[in-house]
């Protein structure tokens, strides 16, 4: 009995050693398929690290409405466009038209997270190149420094013009350093300048790739940030060098292109217009390459006839469309009178696409055809529109469909990534920014502070290549599909007002649909009677998508600050913007 | 089928060569051999232990039993469900033949508990076992499902989807994720079940306080659930054979009522007359409804057409069929599609379209035997469910092989062995994890949009089919968004699916000395899984895919687990000691998976499309990716006194070390102590001697848990995929790869601990006619691994670290009450009530944290979260605006307090705060999806031969959100797609007395963009999960064609439901524990009729 005890303690003490010898390391298991931060030291590190910051750009992972393309807060708020669809779908949008905002916003709260995972990205491409390993260069150092700048300046932006009052956060506080405890108590004006300022000295004007920000990138988006902050003289002083030295990463001096379309086509946007883009990229093993913010904004139901067929998002206002609008002599209507009588745009709201329709026919912008799809003429490639059949509900969302960045029948599936739901995912470049808001900016800051001549060569300028008649929109059957009328200013503008009034709307025109209006208004401290207006107007035509609209001065200029990050980081670090 | 059975046998033979190779004899000195029997003749599966150590055996089919014995003054036990347990000298016999008297108390039988087995009389914790017969009624494919309403605090939400888990929860939630209970197989720690057919299992215990679960360390913290498979008998024997067999066929049923053709149409007139009335519409006209399908008249028109063509709203005078037939073209590559789509004016029943009276078959077929030194059991199986919604089927082929020798009079050897192939297509949602170290084990919960919600969605006027065969859609304008679901459900016939798992275990045990046993044993899981599917080019709907796709893809995962024990039981007089000690390591399951996709292919033949027939190029994509799984390290001791059958102490101790904590933190030390008195052997009762016996429990232990962590959560990381690159050259067709932070690391993260205390009543009366079990149950989680929301300027494509900052409470009661008995005449009863009361609570987040949300499902079509977890409520809370009714006037509108969109037939939400306004801070919470009560009744009546079981199960205080209403009562959710046949009760000026809004084209506040009580409904229900009536034949007749046992049955499942809930069923799983109970057109557990038999030879 106690030999045997003897024994089987032994034994299971043997036992037990052998399941013992699987010590600790046992237990160490390392991640897989991932990387340490120690790892990406490298050249090829860092620059997958800024690769990354780049990514970030059109908001992907977040909302749609994220992007630094703006469609909805640049173009919805603004009066470009509305929502679209119909009234249920994707209804956390409809706020943005009528200024209904609260601070629970599902796209208030995805546009901050999306800038500031871009912010992060930035910084992490700063923190990453300061424990570079020796294959990196000084002048690596230097490139890959400011183009993080730029593209966290960037980032800053988006969040500055869209917020206001943000927290600014740079590579010096991480998750655990204190990165939640820096309050939105100071204006971050000044240290957008400073990044953009530091790209613009450190950047080289010709990249090793077009995507990349170059000096004059800096340099024009730096003069940008100053119109924001009306410092017009140094945006004067700025421009004058873009405009006459200015050229894009690729090495092309900056200059209108001839076409206008070129600019939404995937095949030719990479031009001497494009200061600054989006990068888009179809059938790369991922749509968030290929324009995931853009994907609602095609007609609805078009089934093989037409681009995408979802969702109907987008649709450019009546109010737009007027606009183009021009008189017998081929200049827009500055007076507003385009909202009135005849010179309203003839519309087929309330027609059956079964039912008959015939065009407006009188004098109207070349653009409104590059912008507006409206039935009876070509859209793109596809076929002529057929109006109410390609809207989703035509009494929320009015008779137009989107035209700029939608791709032609011809491109579908290789300029498309065909893998997904829908053949909306396309590699069409988003200019952030593009050599017309160039020159119109610089139009701008000529008349506050320059000289109106200028400015109005500027205008003309980006009226003279609309006014090319080898490219306007030609119907099937050959022939102007509309009855296009352009001219420039001829003659001097009469007074620095009556400047100030064409080249805003010649923003409008030009611009129309590119995410700017909004905050253009906003700079220009308008917002408040111009889309006012605006809502007296559209809401007659579509009282359902605007029923309750009013925009209120001193609130409605910025979004709210997304109330849970208020609730992540307290109210004595974050303070909710006025109104909300 | 036949193909994948061979297959089956195939990938098994080898298998089970090795393992019958070595059924043989060997050598042993003395063994004890007889037949048990009861007053109605032989009792099978009595269990036969020699008092004092681990052997043991049962009796075979004819009641026989042989057993070897060994030491001075051999004591065995003999114990059996429904007899009383005797103690029996052996002396000298070598035979033993025992009459057992009928006790049928639960009490007597000997439990599978920890890494041993205990007399049900000893237990100290809370245990509960569920007898194999009771799994076995409901004809389910997956064990899981069976456990519904079987133990007192065991919440099982479930789906009639053949092939998914359930989320089952033992003693409610304590952890914000991972707290699917572990399942322990013959001694192996697994996650899934769902390969273990039910005709397999010997003996289920769950297992749910600390005192009892604990000694499975740290996975157990959400309970265990023990399954032992069968194992033949050690005896000389010739062999049995056991057949059983299942048919049944299961019935979808009535989907919900909706709008017939000329009802949608009249309603999207009342909707303009509405808006007209709301003053939203500013002309008196009807123009632009449905895109004229309707016309514009006064009243609306049903057209003959819906399309053809670019034509839609024809009649049928515009339309020459045979002229269209010409034009006729659905595949664009020939041109534009012309569809001709005409009405279906009586009206499409889309659920019924969807959806088949869908056949289950089963059998198994079982081989046990043994010879004085060898013990087997082998059976094969298979099981054939098709789901009611079309190309939902389910099959498993399944081989079992159990085998145990004894090598000599000290060592056994055994094996547990099972392969099984499952093929499982067409599965609405996720399946849940195959394996291991998921931590989501939620049950399969449908998606936004999916086939059964569009079902509910998609306009009756249009027909399944178009005017030539081919499908009609939403392609005819006017009805917006939803896919033809048939053409969905019917595009996945070619689809592949299947997994291959081997599970199992080896074992070999070793008698040091008579009273201590050494045990190692290791088991695993291996499975490999294949899928191919092939997405059609849709041209029938408003939204279509217009690529051909194919997608493929394999994964293979193995989990292991190495543990060695020493048991050693001692009894010195009145005393019994029992100690175990054991060391364990494990993995939870490491693996790999690759995949890829193309497009197009030249011909889409599924015979010749593979991804290398696809177009080549960019669009050909590939992922693959591998995990090492989480490894656990654990030593553990158990120490049992037992002093005259009165007083039992028993305590536990485990030390896990987990590789999902940093160094530091590696490891925890759990300990549990439990005691019970046995106040029936007191000489104070033995006066009452109504009380058979009766005996206090109490219960306390921490237990660990690492469930809910990650595998790599200590560690900083970045990333880099196919979503993360950017296009810097512009080439408009390739990326650089960027990499981003993908991970934030906590190397301080520890074990979650939960407190868990216990005090039970085990009792029996009146000659064991009435027993209850009654526990009284409170669980405190403290550190709960919680994964911090970072805020948005930390960067929030990084997931967050888990930390130990929150803690939750959960209390409940047990109580399980039987009471059997003879009515006159033969007619036995035997009632049995369930019943468990819950209450889960989060008892504090981080500091800063107030709550976090969850959207639940994919309700993010709501502008707010419908999901608020947060201190002092249930998890997974509904939270969310209170309507108190719908304003009835403008008047009313005017007096009422502000709100953002209001108007008669509105929704009036309550201002909770009384400030005048409508605003976020009146959201409130709008209930919780967490039944408060679930129990059952379970009644069985046997007469003569027949039997007759019943079960009504119960689960009360839940509430649903029913997100479906979205889709379905809103005029401008989808305009065109809100189908309800609600919408005929709703608002009008003339009919004020409802609850059904405005039926409008309005979209705001007050109408259906806010998360509010409107959704949310009562959850509780009652369902009569079956009724069977069985008829076993007399032995007498059984001699004559040579069958020791020949029952048949029929039974009706889920044969009644009551509830109020106004969805298709009421059992609404989730995701994640953290956002579960939102409907979104789930499958429904709709009702079967099955027929079986079950026989011995």
Same mark, same amino acid.
């Given at each position: ?60 992972? &977040? ?124 204006? /971050?004006?000044?240290? /957008? ?185 070509? &859209? ?47 590699? /069409? ?131 709210? /600050? ?17 109104? &909300? | ?55 043991? %055996? ?87 499902? +069976? ?10 939400? %479930? ?19 991972? @707290? ?68 049944? *066929? ?93 009405? =279906? ?263 010749? *499309? ?25 030593? #553990? ?78 560690? =900083? ?101 039987? @009471? ?20 889960? +609570? ?44 719908? #304003? ?85 959710? #989808? ?36 998360? @509010? ?64 109970? *939102? ?19």
């Amino acid at each position: 009995m106690k030999y045997s005890l003897v024994k089987g303690t032994v034994a299971t003490a043997m036992l037990m050693s052998v399941t013992f010898a699987c010590n600790d390391k046992f237990l160490d298991v390392p991640a897989t398929g991932q990387l340490s931060s120690t790892q990406l030291t490298s050249k090829a590190g860092v620059e997958g690290v800024l690769i990354a910051a780049y990514a970030q750009l059109n908001g992907r992972g &977040y909302t749609q409405t994220a992007s630094s393309y703006n469609w909805m807060r640049g173009s919805i708020s603004g009066g470009d466009a509305n929502k679209g669809s119909n009234s249920g779908d994707f209804s956390a949008i409809t706020p943005y038209e009528t200024y209904q905002v609260l601070a629970t916003s599902s796209e208030a709260g995805g546009k901050w997270n999306a800038m500031y995972e871009g912010i992060s990205r930035a910084n992490a491409t700063l923190r990453t190149l300061a424990t570079a390993g020796s294959d990196v260069t000084a002048d690596d150092k230097k490139r890959i420094s400011g183009e993080a700048r730029f593209l966290r300046a960037h980032y800053y932006f988006e969040l500055k013009r869209a917020f206001n009052m943000v927290p600014y956060v740079d590579e010096t506080v991480d998750y655990g350093t204190g990165i939640d405890k820096v309050a939105n108590n100071v204006d /971050i004006w000044p240290k /957008i300048e400073a990044d953009f300022q530091y790209a613009y000295d450190n950047l080289p004007a010709t990249q090793s790739a077009v995507g990349r920000a170059n000096k004059w990138a800096a340099a024009s988006y730096l003069a940008k940030t100053y119109m924001y902050e009306a410092k017009y003289s140094q945006a004067k002083t700025l421009f004058d060098l873009i405009i006459a030295s200015g050229t894009t990463a690729g090495g092309t001096k900056y200059a209108l292109v001839a076409n206008y379309t070129d600019i939404f086509n995937a095949a030719t946007e990479t031009n001497s217009e494009s200061v600054f883009a989006i990068q888009a990229a179809a059938n790369t093993g991922s749509s968030d390459n290929a324009n995931p913010d853009l994907v609602l904004n095609f007609p609805y139901n078009t089934g093989s006839n037409g681009p995408a067929g979802c969702c109907g998002f987008f649709a450019p206002s009546f109010e737009l469309g007027n606009s183009f609008r021009t008189t017998a002599a081929g200049l827009p209507l500055l007076d507003g009178s385009y909202n009135t009588g005849a010179n309203q745009l003839k519309t087929d709201q309330g027609i059956a696409s079964s039912a008959a329709f015939t065009p407006d026919a009188g004098p109207v912008d070349p653009r409104l055809d590059w912008s507006v799809g409206r039935r009876g003429l070509p &859209y793109l490639d596809w076929q002529n529109h057929p109006g109410l059949d390609w809207i989703r509900d035509q009494s929320f969302a009015g008779p137009y469909s989107p035209k700029k960045f939608v791709f032609y029948k011809s491109q579908d599936k290789t300029l498309t990534d065909g893998s997904s739901w829908t053949d909306g995912y396309s590699a /069409i470049n988003y200019q952030i920014i593009r050599y017309a808001d160039v020159l119109l900016m610089a139009a701008e800051a000529e008349i506050e502070v320059g000289s109106l001549e200028t400015a109005r060569t500027y205008i003309n300028q980006v009226r003279t290549r609309a006014a090319n008649p080898t490219y306007w929109v030609k119907a099937y059957a050959g022939g102007n599909a509309a009855n296009y009328v352009i001219n420039t200013y001829s003659t001097a503008f009469a007074s620095k007002d009556a400047a100030r009034t064409a080249v805003r709307f010649e923003r409008k025109l030009e611009l129309s649909g590119e995410g700017h209006r909004f905050f253009d208004l906003v700079r220009w401290g308008v917002a408040a009677t111009t889309l006012n207006n605006f809502l007296a107007y559209e809401s007659l035509k579509l009282p359902v998508a605007y029923a309750g609209g009013k925009f209120t001065s001193g609130k409605d200029e910025y979004m709210p /600050i997304p109330q849970q990050q208020i609730d992540y980081q307290g109210t004595s670090v974050l303070k909710q913007n006025p109104g &909300y | 089928m036949r193909t994948s059975f061979y297959r089956l046998l195939q990938t098994t033979l080898v298998a089970v060569v090795m393992l019958l190779w070595s059924i043989h004899v060997s050598a042993q000195d003395r063994r004890l051999t007889g037949k048990i029997t009861g007053p109605d003749g032989a009792v099978p599966g009595a269990n036969v232990v020699l008092k004092g150590t681990q052997t043991g %055996t049962s009796t075979d089919a004819e009641g026989n039993y042989s057993l070897p014995i060994r030491g001075t003054n051999p004591v065995i036990v003999i114990s059996a469900i429904g007899y009383k347990t005797q103690e029996l000298q052996v002396g000298n016999r070598t035979s033993y033949d025992i009459l057992l008297v009928e006790d049928a108390t639960a009490l007597s039988e000997v439990v599978v508990t920890g890494y041993t087995t205990e007399n049900r009389r000893d237990v100290t914790g809370a245990v509960a076992t569920v007898a194999p017969a009771q799994l076995r009624v409901v004809p389910s494919t997956n064990v899981e499902q +069976q456990l519904q309403g079987r133990v007192a605090g065991v919440t099982v939400i %479930t789906n009639g989807q053949p092939g998914t888990s359930s989320q089952v929860r033992v003693r409610g939630f304590g952890s914000f994720g991972g @707290n699917q209970p572990l399942y322990v197989v013959d001694g192996v720690p697994t996650q899934n079940i769902s390969f273990i057919p039910p005709d397999d299992i010997e003996s289920t215990t769950v297992l749910k306080d600390a005192a009892s679960a604990s000694i499975y360390g740290a996975r157990a913290a959400s309970g265990v659930i023990v399954i032992t498979t069968k194992r033949g008998q050690r005896r000389a024997q010739k062999l049995s054979v056991s057949y059983d067999g299942l048919y049944g *066929v299961t019935d979808p049923g009535h989907g919900p009522k909706f709008l017939n053709p000329q009802e949608q149409a009249d309603w999207a007139w009342q909707a303009r007359k509405n808006d007209i009335y709301q003053g939203t519409y500013l002309t008196n006209d009807f123009n632009g409804i449905a895109n004229g399908q309707y016309g514009t008249g006064s009243t609306p028109v049903l057209p003959d057409y819906l399309l053809v063509g670019n034509r839609s709203g024809l009649s049928a005078s515009q339309v020459d069929l045979s002229a269209e037939a010409a034009k006729y073209n659905t595949n664009s590559t020939n041109g534009a599609v012309y569809n001709v789509i005409p009405a =279906n004016k009586q009206g499409t029943d889309w659920y019924k379209a969807i959806t088949r009276v869908a056949p289950l078959t089963r059998h198994t077929i079982g081989f046990s035997g043994g010879t004085d030194y060898s013990r087997f059991y082998i059976s094969l199986g298979m099981q054939n469910q098709q789901g009611i919604v079309l190309n939902n089927n389910y099959s498993r082929y399944n081989l079992r092989a159990n085998t145990e020798f004894d090598l000599s009079k000290k060592i056994r050897i055994g094996e547990n062995f099972q392969v099984a192939y499952i093929r499982n297509v067409g599965v609405l949602g996720s399946v849940g994890s195959q394996l291991g170290n998921g931590t989501n084990n939620n049950s399969s919960s449908a998606t936004d949009e999916n086939d059964v919600l569009t079902a509910f969605r998609i306009a009756p006027i249009i027909p399944v089919y178009n005017s030539f065969g081919g499908y009609a859609g939403t392609a005819a304008p006017g009805f917006n968004n939803p896919n033809n679901p048939v053409a969905n459900r019917q595009a996945l016939a070619n689809n592949g699916n299947f997994n291959i798992y081997g599970f199992g275990n080896a074992y070999v045990e070793y008698d040091v000395i008579p009273n201590l046993t050494l045990r190692s044993s290791i088991g695993g899981n291996y499975y490999s899984g294949y899928s191919n599917s092939y997405g059609r080019v849709q041209y029938e709907n408003s939204e279509n895919n217009t690529t051909y796709t194919y997608n493929e893809g394999s994964s293979y995962g193995l989990s292991w687990t190495f543990t060695n024990t020493a048991n050693y039981k001692q009894t010195f007089g009145k005393s019994e000691l029992s100690v175990l000690g054991g060391i364990e390591s494990l993995n939870t399951g490491l693996g790999r998976f690759v995949g890829g996709s193309g497009i197009n292919p030249f011909t889409t033949d599924p015979n010749y *499309v593979t991804i290398s027939t696809t177009t080549p190029g960019a669009t050909r994509q590939t992922y693959s990716g591998n995990g090492l799984g989480n490894k656990f390290f654990s030593v #553990f001791g158990q120490a049992r006194y037992i002093y005259n059958e009165k007083y039992i102490l028993t305590g536990v101790v485990r030390r896990d070390g987990s590789s999902q904590f940093a160094p530091s933190n590696r490891y925890g030390v759990f300990p549990a102590v439990s005691a019970a008195w046995r106040l029936s052997s007191e000489d104070f009762m033995k006066n009452l001697p109504w009380i058979s016996d009766l005996k206090i429990r109490g219960g306390y232990g921490i237990m660990g848990n690492s469930n809910y962590l990650s595998a790599t959560n200590q560690y =900083n990381l970045y990333a880099s995929n196919a979503g993360n690159g950017y296009d810097i050259n512009g080439t408009n067709n390739a990326v650089n790869a960027g990499f981003y932070r993908s991970q934030i690391g906590n190397a301080e993260a520890k074990w979650e601990s939960s407190i868990t205390s216990n005090i039970g009543l085990d009792g029996s009366f009146f000659n064991n006619k009435l027993e209850f079990a009654l526990d009284f149950w409170r669980k405190d989680t403290r550190d709960l691994l919680f994964q911090l929301s970072l805020p948005g300027v930390v960067g929030t494509r990084a997931a967050a670290p888990y930390s130990n900052i929150a803690s939750m409470r959960n209390q409940g009661i047990d109580l399980l009450v039987t @009471n059997r008995g003879n009515i006159a005449g033969g007619l036995g009863y035997e009632v049995t009530l369930i019943g468990g009361l819950l209450q889960n +609570q989060i008892t504090s987040l981080a500091p800063g944290v107030p709550y976090f949300t969850a959207v639940g499902n994919s309700s993010q079509r709501l502008s707010t979260p419908v999901i608020r977890n947060e201190p002092g409520h249930p998890l997974s809370s509904f939270y969310g605006y209170k309507v108190i009714g719908l #304003f009835n006037s403008k008047e009313e509108v005017a007096a009422a307090p502000t709100q953002d969109g209001a108007a008669p037939g509105r929704f009036r939400y309550a201002d909770t705060n009384g400030d005048g306004k409508i605003s976020d801070d009146d959201r409130q919470y709008l209930g919780s999806p967490i039944p408060k009560f679930t129990g059952s009744i379970t009644l069985t009546l046997k007469y003569k031969g027949f039997d007759l079981n019943t079960n009504l199960y119960t689960s009360l205080g839940s509430q649903i959100f029913n997100y479906s209403k979205w889709y379905t009562d809103f005029y401008p959710s #989808f305009t065109g797609a809100a189908v309800a046949a609600r919408v005929k009760d709703s608002w009008l000026p003339t009919h004020t007395n409802t609850s059904v809004p405005i039926y409008e084209s309005v979209s705001n506040f007050s109408t259906n963009t806010q998360a @509010n009580s409107y959704y949310v409904e009562n959850g509780s229900y009652a369902r009569l999960q079956y009724l069977t009536l069985g008829y076993t034949f007399p032995s007498l007749v059984l001699n004559k064609i040579n069958f020791n046992r020949l029952r048949v049955y029929v039974s009706a499942t889920n044969l009644l439901t009551i509830t109020k809930y106004s969805g298709l069923d009421p059992s609404i799983g989730g995701a994640a524990d953290t956002s579960f109970g *939102v409907d979104v057109g789930n499958y429904p557990i709709t009702r079967a009729y099955n027929v079986g038999v079950s026989l011995g030879l």
